[in-house]
């Protein structure tokens, strides 16, 4: 049985009917065509679903769509113009396929909202839920330490 929820998408408010089964991601990229977050695991492991649900980031893969009931969900798709985090992810070159970018973007996002100046190992702390396969962490630790100080200036 399928029941319509009502949320904010990107600042935007929606609406969406889903199953009590329907994951976010499913939701998301079904009903409104957005393709960033992409179910990898389906166990909440790697961070390739990673989306924002009220400024705080969960795993779409395991989310229940219903959850998000009145709620505001952030994408990757949230904005047009690159901030500074995905401007230093391009400079530093911490990416190779792709796939897991959206997932380090946004968690990167809330890391630097919360710890405006971290440290290294406070980097790899927030950062060990997202996983990369093309192993590009050097590049992706340099990325968050130059959008950190981007921040700051800005």
Same mark, same amino acid.
């Given at each position: 049985m399928r029941r319509e929820i009502r949320f904010k998408l990107n600042g935007e408010a929606v609406s969406a009917q889903v199953a009590p089964h329907e994951n976010l991601v499913e939701v998301l990229q079904e009903n409104f065509g957005l393709y960033g977050a992409r179910e990898s695991c389906g166990q909440g492991m790697c961070g390739c679903c990673t989306v924002l649900v009220n400024g705080t980031a969960v795993s779409g893969c395991l989310y229940l769509a219903s959850l998000v009931e009145g709620g505001e969900v952030s994408t990757i798709e949230n904005?047009?113009?690159?901030? @500074?985090?995905?401007?230093? &992810?391009? $400079?530093?070159?911490?990416?190779?396929? =792709?796939?897991?970018?959206?997932?380090?973007?946004?968690?990167?996002?809330?890391?630097?909202? $919360?710890?405006? #100046?971290? #440290? $290294? #190992?406070? &980097?790899?702390? %927030?950062?060990?839920?997202?996983?990369?396969?093309? @192993?590009? %962490?050097?590049? &992706?630790? $340099? @990325?968050?330490?130059?959008? @950190? =100080?981007?921040?700051?200036?800005?």
């Open positions: 904005n047009s113009d690159p901030d @500074a985090v995905q401007q230093a &992810i391009v $400079e530093a070159s911490a990416f190779q396929c =792709g796939f897991c970018t959206p997932g380090f973007i946004l968690m990167t996002r809330q890391l630097l909202d $919360e710890h405006p #100046d971290p #440290d $290294e #190992d406070t &980097i790899r702390h %927030y950062l060990s839920g997202n996983l990369c396969r093309c @192993a590009a %962490y050097p590049e &992706i630790i $340099e @990325a968050v330490k130059l959008a @950190a =100080g981007k921040r700051r200036r800005a």
